[in-house]
């Protein structure tokens, strides 16, 4: 089958095309013939070597969520899910593969309604919009910032937030993503001096870019203000520590859910966009031997909502 291999870490350069044995279902596992490869940022640090929750070491086919159609079922398997379409995490590496084998306990079938490139989209920034709405317990009346608000998960938290009745401020980079930005209530370009100027007071920050913005982002939260950080695209994150979030009153986001709830987050939002209340943002679509230019545009900024490999 066709992949892409990572062969050492380095520059988007390492993805290299290339073949590789066709994976076998296991007892547990099926085999999923790969349409769509969802990628993270996370996935762009896993590659340049710095640490992270993928433990793989190269060579190793990179990725971590895929979408398709069950070919296959290993022992013990329900036979009829073959045929289903389906979504799955693969557990950290071999999702830039034409096939891949995972545990059949951990996909999650995409309803008839939704688009399987619409629900790859959704995997992991839809499961992880949701947790962060949830544990920040947005509520009617909350005055919400969403940082990198043109981005995968940003696009979705501003539909969710508005959705349990903030007002939403969208927060992106430069005036190209600014206009992007799409159902806040208000838009502001965080790459001005003097953004912080025309926000106001918030109860919530959701936190995507770090570094000295997600910083100012902080210096806005009322007392009793919830901040929740998901990115780092400014490199680092904010810096705001427990201390200095307690003095305020303003409580700091750990986790977003256990595994089981985790799972619940992203069926309701595969349930969302089946019933179009939900709304993925698809900005670019790279062919399976184009990883490396897939990883230098996200790199790079260029890229807007989210980007998608296709087999």
């Known amino acids: ?58 060579p190793v086919i990179p990725g971590n969520g895929v979408g398709g159609v069950i070919s296959a079922v290993g022992p013990g398997v329900d036979p009829g899910l073959a045929g289903q379409r389906v979504v799955t995490s693969t557990g950290g590496s071999g999702g830039y593969a034409e096939r891949v084998a995972v545990d059949a306990a951990a996909v999650f079938e995409v309803p008839p309604a939704l688009a399987l490139d ?26 919400v910032l969403v940082e990198a608000a043109a981005g995968g998960v940003g696009s979705l938290l501003v539909q ?22 799409r159902g806040a209530d208000a838009v502001v370009d965080y790459l001005r001096p003097d953004w912080t100027s025309s926000v ?11 570094g000295a913005i997600g910083t100012a982002a902080f210096g806005l939260l009322r007392e009793g203000g919830r901040m929740a950080a998901y990115g780092l695209a400014g490199g ?15 409580s700091l986001v750990q986790s977003i859910g256990t595994p ?9 939002a595969l349930t969302a966009a089946a019933a179009g209340d939900l709304v993925p943002v698809i900005g670019q679509r790279f062919p399976l031997e184009k990883a490396a230019d897939a990883h230098a545009a996200i790199e790079s900024r260029a890229t807007v909502g989210k980007t998608l490999l296709v087999t």
């Open 1 to 58: 089958m066709r992949a892409v291999w990572l062969r050492e870490f380095g520059g988007p350069e390492v993805l290299v095309p290339g073949e590789a044995p066709d994976p076998v279902p296991g007892p547990g596992q099926v085999l999923v013939e790969v349409a769509f490869a969802n990628i993270t940022f996370v996935e762009t640090q896993f590659r340049a070597g710095a640490p992270g929750p993928f433990k793989a070491a190269p």
């Open 236 to 250: 680092s994150w904010a810096e705001v520590s427990p201390e200095a979030a307690a003095a305020r009153g303003v």
């Open 260 to 268: 089981d709830e985790l799972r619940a987050f992203t069926e309701s």
């Open 160 to 181: 969710l937030a508005k959705a349990a009745g903030a007002t939403v401020i969208g927060a992106a980079g430069g005036p190209a993503k600014v206009a992007r930005v």
């Open 118 to 143: 619409a629900a790859v989209a959704l995997l992991a920034d839809g499961r992880t919009a949701t947790g962060l709405v949830h544990a920040a317990g947005v509520r009617p009346g909350d005055r």
């Open 200 to 210: 106001g007071p918030l109860d919530v920050v959701f936190d995507g870019v770090g």
